[in-house]
Protein backbone atom coordinates (compact mmCIF):
# COMPACT_ATOMS: atom_id res chain seq x y z
CA UNK A 1 0.00 0.00 0.00
CA UNK A 2 2.68 2.36 1.09
CA UNK A 3 4.77 1.99 -2.18
CA UNK A 4 2.03 1.98 -4.19
CA UNK A 5 1.18 5.71 -3.21
CA UNK A 6 4.37 7.22 -2.58
CA UNK A 7 6.29 5.62 -5.59
CA UNK A 8 6.55 8.65 -7.79
CA UNK A 9 7.69 10.69 -5.15
CA UNK A 10 10.47 8.46 -3.59
CA UNK A 11 11.42 7.85 -7.17
CA UNK A 12 11.59 11.65 -7.53
CA UNK A 13 13.73 12.16 -4.72
CA UNK A 14 16.46 9.11 -5.40
CA UNK A 15 16.82 10.74 -8.76
CA UNK A 16 20.02 13.57 -9.66
CA UNK A 17 18.27 16.88 -9.57
CA UNK A 18 19.22 19.31 -11.82
CA UNK A 19 17.24 22.26 -10.00
CA UNK A 20 19.12 24.24 -7.12
CA UNK A 21 16.06 25.11 -5.41
CA UNK A 22 15.94 22.99 -2.50
CA UNK A 23 12.70 24.44 -1.09
CA UNK A 24 10.65 22.37 -3.47
CA UNK A 25 12.46 18.76 -2.54
CA UNK A 26 11.71 19.77 1.25
CA UNK A 27 8.10 20.42 0.23
CA UNK A 28 8.04 17.26 -1.60
CA UNK A 29 9.55 15.26 1.61
CA UNK A 30 6.83 16.66 4.02
CA UNK A 31 4.17 15.10 1.56
CA UNK A 32 5.75 12.24 1.66
CA UNK A 33 6.11 11.96 5.41
CA UNK A 34 2.32 13.37 5.94
CA UNK A 35 0.91 10.38 2.88
CA UNK A 36 2.99 7.70 4.72
CA UNK A 37 0.94 9.32 8.18
CA UNK A 38 -2.37 9.65 6.58
CA UNK A 39 -1.37 5.95 4.91
CA UNK A 40 -0.78 4.57 8.52
CA UNK A 41 -4.01 5.98 10.29
CA UNK A 42 -6.23 4.55 7.59
CA UNK A 43 -4.39 1.57 7.74
CA UNK A 44 -4.77 1.22 11.07
CA UNK A 45 -8.72 2.19 10.72
CA UNK A 46 -9.54 -0.79 8.63
CA UNK A 47 -7.69 -3.22 10.34
CA UNK A 48 -4.32 -3.65 8.02
CA UNK A 49 -1.66 -1.70 10.59
CA UNK A 50 0.88 -4.51 9.26
CA UNK A 51 1.07 -3.19 6.19
CA UNK A 52 2.60 0.18 7.38
CA UNK A 53 4.66 -0.43 10.22
CA UNK A 54 7.05 1.36 10.85
CA UNK A 55 10.82 1.09 10.70
CA UNK A 56 11.29 1.92 14.60
CA UNK A 57 9.30 0.30 17.39
CA UNK A 58 8.62 2.14 21.19
CA UNK A 59 9.58 -0.15 24.04
CA UNK A 60 8.42 2.50 26.22
CA UNK A 61 5.21 1.88 28.59
CA UNK A 62 6.29 -1.59 29.05
CA UNK A 63 8.01 -3.79 32.13
CA UNK A 64 11.31 -4.48 31.93
CA UNK A 65 13.12 -7.60 32.52
CA UNK A 66 16.89 -7.42 32.23
CA UNK A 67 19.96 -5.50 31.40
CA UNK A 68 19.39 -2.30 30.04
CA UNK A 69 23.09 -2.89 28.47
CA UNK A 70 22.03 -5.29 26.02
CA UNK A 71 21.38 -4.50 22.28
CA UNK A 72 18.40 -7.06 21.74
CA UNK A 73 15.40 -6.41 22.72
CA UNK A 74 12.24 -8.95 22.98
CA UNK A 75 9.14 -6.92 23.16
CA UNK A 76 6.28 -9.25 24.20
CA UNK A 77 2.27 -8.74 23.56
CA UNK A 78 0.42 -10.53 25.98
CA UNK A 79 -3.16 -11.91 27.73
CA UNK A 80 -2.69 -13.01 31.09
CA UNK A 81 -5.68 -15.17 29.90
CA UNK A 82 -4.35 -16.84 26.95
CA UNK A 83 -4.01 -20.29 27.21
CA UNK A 84 -0.87 -20.20 24.08
CA UNK A 85 0.28 -17.23 26.63
CA UNK A 86 0.64 -19.28 29.40
CA UNK A 87 2.18 -22.27 27.16
CA UNK A 88 4.74 -20.25 26.07
CA UNK A 89 5.50 -18.54 29.52
CA UNK A 90 5.80 -21.85 31.04
CA UNK A 91 7.57 -23.66 28.09
CA UNK A 92 9.40 -21.20 26.29
CA UNK A 93 10.36 -18.30 28.55
CA UNK A 94 11.97 -19.95 31.29
CA UNK A 95 15.40 -21.32 28.90
CA UNK A 96 15.05 -17.67 27.16
CA UNK A 97 15.22 -16.02 30.24
CA UNK A 98 18.00 -18.40 31.55
CA UNK A 99 20.10 -17.79 28.55
CA UNK A 100 19.67 -14.38 26.99
CA UNK A 101 17.71 -12.07 29.46
CA UNK A 102 20.00 -13.15 32.75
CA UNK A 103 22.79 -13.28 30.78
CA UNK A 104 22.76 -9.72 29.77
CA UNK A 105 22.24 -10.51 26.06
CA UNK A 106 18.63 -9.31 25.66
CA UNK A 107 16.16 -7.27 26.94
CA UNK A 108 13.09 -8.14 27.98
CA UNK A 109 9.83 -5.66 27.56
CA UNK A 110 6.60 -6.73 28.43
CA UNK A 111 3.50 -4.95 27.28
CA UNK A 112 -0.22 -5.91 27.68
CA UNK A 113 -2.53 -7.02 24.96
CA UNK A 114 -5.60 -8.07 27.15
CA UNK A 115 -8.46 -9.52 24.51
CA UNK A 116 -11.91 -8.85 26.54
CA UNK A 117 -14.00 -10.68 24.03
CA UNK A 118 -12.42 -13.97 25.02
CA UNK A 119 -10.96 -13.12 28.50
CA UNK A 120 -12.93 -10.76 30.28
CA UNK A 121 -11.53 -10.69 32.91
CA UNK A 122 -7.84 -10.16 31.31
CA UNK A 123 -7.64 -6.51 31.25
CA UNK A 124 -8.14 -6.54 35.42
CA UNK A 125 -5.85 -9.05 35.61
CA UNK A 126 -2.87 -6.64 33.49
CA UNK A 127 -3.85 -3.75 36.03
CA UNK A 128 -2.93 -6.18 38.95
CA UNK A 129 0.16 -7.03 37.11
CA UNK A 130 1.39 -3.40 36.72
CA UNK A 131 0.44 -3.03 40.29
CA UNK A 132 1.99 -5.77 41.46
CA UNK A 133 5.18 -4.41 39.26
CA UNK A 134 5.26 -1.08 40.83
CA UNK A 135 6.44 -2.97 43.87
CA UNK A 136 9.73 -5.02 42.23
CA UNK A 137 6.93 -7.73 42.06
CA UNK A 138 6.48 -8.35 38.22
CA UNK A 139 7.75 -11.74 37.55
CA UNK A 140 6.69 -13.44 40.88
CA UNK A 141 3.09 -12.01 40.42
CA UNK A 142 2.92 -13.34 36.51
CA UNK A 143 4.49 -16.22 37.13
CA UNK A 144 1.02 -16.83 39.86
CA UNK A 145 -1.36 -15.02 37.33
CA UNK A 146 -0.75 -17.42 34.32
CA UNK A 147 -1.47 -19.96 36.78
CA UNK A 148 -4.36 -19.12 37.58
CA UNK A 149 -5.64 -18.63 34.43
CA UNK A 150 -8.82 -17.62 34.12
CA UNK A 151 -9.97 -18.65 37.89
CA UNK A 152 -8.12 -15.98 38.94
CA UNK A 153 -10.56 -13.42 41.08
CA UNK A 154 -10.90 -10.63 43.25
CA UNK A 155 -10.18 -13.07 46.27
CA UNK A 156 -6.63 -13.94 45.05
CA UNK A 157 -5.11 -10.36 45.56
CA UNK A 158 -5.02 -11.03 49.14
CA UNK A 159 -2.69 -14.16 48.55
CA UNK A 160 -0.40 -11.75 45.84
CA UNK A 161 -0.04 -9.08 48.66
CA UNK A 162 1.06 -11.74 51.38
CA UNK A 163 3.34 -14.01 49.08
CA UNK A 164 5.37 -11.04 47.90
CA UNK A 165 5.14 -8.77 50.90
CA UNK A 166 3.33 -5.71 49.03
CA UNK A 167 2.50 -2.49 50.96
CA UNK A 168 -1.66 -3.16 50.93
CA UNK A 169 -2.88 0.08 50.73
CA UNK A 170 -0.59 1.50 47.87
CA UNK A 171 -1.57 -1.82 46.10
CA UNK A 172 -5.12 -1.26 46.18
CA UNK A 173 -5.01 2.49 45.78
CA UNK A 174 -2.86 1.58 42.08
CA UNK A 175 -5.27 -1.23 41.25
CA UNK A 176 -7.79 2.34 41.63
CA UNK A 177 -5.15 4.28 39.79
CA UNK A 178 -6.54 5.49 36.17
CA UNK A 179 -3.21 6.49 35.54
CA UNK A 180 -2.42 2.16 35.16
CA UNK A 181 -5.74 2.00 33.01
CA UNK A 182 -4.72 4.70 30.72
CA UNK A 183 -0.93 2.99 30.45
CA UNK A 184 -2.84 -0.84 29.36
CA UNK A 185 -5.54 1.12 27.33
CA UNK A 186 -1.84 2.48 25.09
CA UNK A 187 -0.15 -0.58 25.11
CA UNK A 188 -3.62 -1.76 23.45
CA UNK A 189 -3.87 0.95 20.95
CA UNK A 190 0.19 0.38 20.30
CA UNK A 191 -1.03 -3.38 19.51
CA UNK A 192 -3.56 -1.61 17.43
CA UNK A 193 -1.53 0.56 15.26
CA UNK A 194 0.69 -2.50 14.45
CA UNK A 195 -1.67 -4.51 13.42
CA UNK A 196 -1.70 -7.32 16.06
CA UNK A 197 -4.84 -8.74 16.93
CA UNK A 198 -3.75 -12.37 18.46
CA UNK A 199 -1.01 -13.23 21.63
CA UNK A 200 1.01 -14.00 22.46
CA UNK A 201 2.98 -11.68 19.63
CA UNK A 202 6.56 -10.99 20.17
CA UNK A 203 9.06 -8.32 18.34
CA UNK A 204 12.46 -9.43 18.72
CA UNK A 205 15.19 -6.54 17.10
CA UNK A 206 18.10 -4.24 17.55
CA UNK A 207 17.56 -1.91 20.25
CA UNK A 208 17.72 2.05 18.87
CA UNK A 209 17.44 4.41 22.51
CA UNK A 210 13.63 3.79 23.54
CA UNK A 211 13.15 1.88 20.47
CA UNK A 212 13.39 -1.33 18.83
CA UNK A 213 14.63 -1.42 14.93
CA UNK A 214 15.95 -4.26 12.42
CA UNK A 215 13.13 -6.90 14.02
CA UNK A 216 11.11 -9.58 13.06
CA UNK A 217 7.72 -10.35 14.22
CA UNK A 218 7.16 -13.72 16.23
CA UNK A 219 3.31 -14.89 16.77
CA UNK A 220 1.96 -17.84 18.72
CA UNK A 221 3.97 -19.68 21.37
CA UNK A 222 6.55 -20.73 19.49
CA UNK A 223 9.43 -22.58 20.18
CA UNK A 224 13.14 -22.23 22.49
CA UNK A 225 14.72 -22.94 19.04
CA UNK A 226 12.57 -20.41 17.30
CA UNK A 227 13.24 -17.27 19.38
CA UNK A 228 17.16 -18.32 19.50
CA UNK A 229 17.80 -18.46 15.73
CA UNK A 230 16.81 -14.87 15.48
CA UNK A 231 18.45 -13.98 18.78
CA UNK A 232 21.60 -15.44 17.82
CA UNK A 233 21.39 -14.08 14.39
CA UNK A 234 20.67 -10.56 15.74
CA UNK A 235 24.13 -10.83 18.14
CA UNK A 236 25.97 -12.13 15.54
CA UNK A 237 24.98 -8.76 13.73
CA UNK A 238 25.50 -6.25 16.03
CA UNK A 239 28.18 -7.16 18.25
Same mark, same amino acid.
Given at each position: ?7 ? /? ?12 ? =? ?16 ? +?? %? ?6 ? /? *? ?11 ? *? ?40 ? &???? !? ?5 ? &????? %? ?32 ? +?????? @? ?11 ? !? ?11 ? @?? %? ?8 ? =? ?31 ? &?? %????
Amino acid at each position: MKKLIIVA /LVAFLSACQTTSDT =TEIEQLKAEIKQLKHIQA +LV %AQKVGLGE /L *VRPDEISITNGQR *VGEESANIVLLEFTDLHCPFCATYHKNVWPQIKADYVDTGKV &LFVG !KELPLPK &LHPRA %AYAAVTLRCAAKQGAYSDTKNYLFEKGQKFAESD +LTEITT @LNNLDVEVFEACL !KDVSVHNAITSSL @LD %AKKLGFASTP =TFIIGVRKGDAITDYEIVNGAGSVKSFTAIFDK &LL %AKNK
